[in-house]
């Protein structure tokens, strides 16, 4: 009665349920939404070996009241602070319970790989990325946020090094709190210091 207090202001529907539906309904819509952006990323590189524009697809299909438009934008995964956790929480909750949750098995699957092919792309179009300058934008798991948790940013940054790219960051907003987890990577001061003579 409490919490339904605090939320009443707000006109939002309230949900009065048992405490394990409750915690299902968070791991579920987390892992709902980190299913549908793994989806539109298969989408994209089905597209792009077809000569498809994704966005013009995602498009189409967001225009489905069934589907809608959010997050379907294709990219190079998902991050953050929930979606990586309730994903994995969801699948070991099930397994612990004797289910194999196969779906959730190849939704993490994907994200991983997406980030793989993202490196594998840059290679194709400049071929060894020994010395190249190599350009972030957005450290930020998702846009006008300084939340860098789980960031694919971090990974990429950490993977373009490994390939020995010099990688240059720009985030208007998450450069403070990404202090520190970009190993060598140089902070651009803007977006095009961070992209003046970059590689990529």
Avoid: W
Wanted: hydrophobic share 45%; proline share 3%; charged share 25%.
């Amino acid at each position: 009665d409490r919490v339904a207090a605090l939320y009443e202001p707000l006109g939002a529907p309230i949900v009065r349920t048992d405490v394990a539906s409750s915690e299902m309904i968070k791991l579920a819509s987390n892992a709902f939404l980190a299913t549908k952006i793994s989806f539109i990323n298969e989408i994209a590189n089905v597209s792009e070996e077809l000569g498809a524009d994704v966005n013009e697809v995602a498009r189409g299909m967001g225009l489905d009241e069934r589907i809608g438009d959010k997050f379907l934008r294709a990219g190079i995964g998902y991050g953050g602070s929930c979606f990586p956790k309730d994903v994995s929480a969801l699948k070991q909750l099930a397994g612990n319970s004797g289910y194999a949750f196969q779906l959730l098995t190849a939704v993490i699957e994907v994200n991983e790989l997406q980030k793989r092919r993202t490196i594998g792309k840059l290679q194709k179009h400049v071929g060894s990325l020994v010395g190249k300058e190599i350009a972030l934008l957005g450290v930020a798991f998702k846009p006008h946020t300084d939340d860098v948790r789980e960031a694919t940013s971090l990974v990429l940054a950490a993977r373009l090094e490994g390939e020995g790219a010099t990688v240059r960051v720009y985030d208007p907003v998450a450069l403070a709190n990404a202090d520190g987890m970009l190993g060598g990577a140089h902070v651009a001061g803007s977006a095009p210091e961070a992209l003046d003579g970059a590689d990529a």
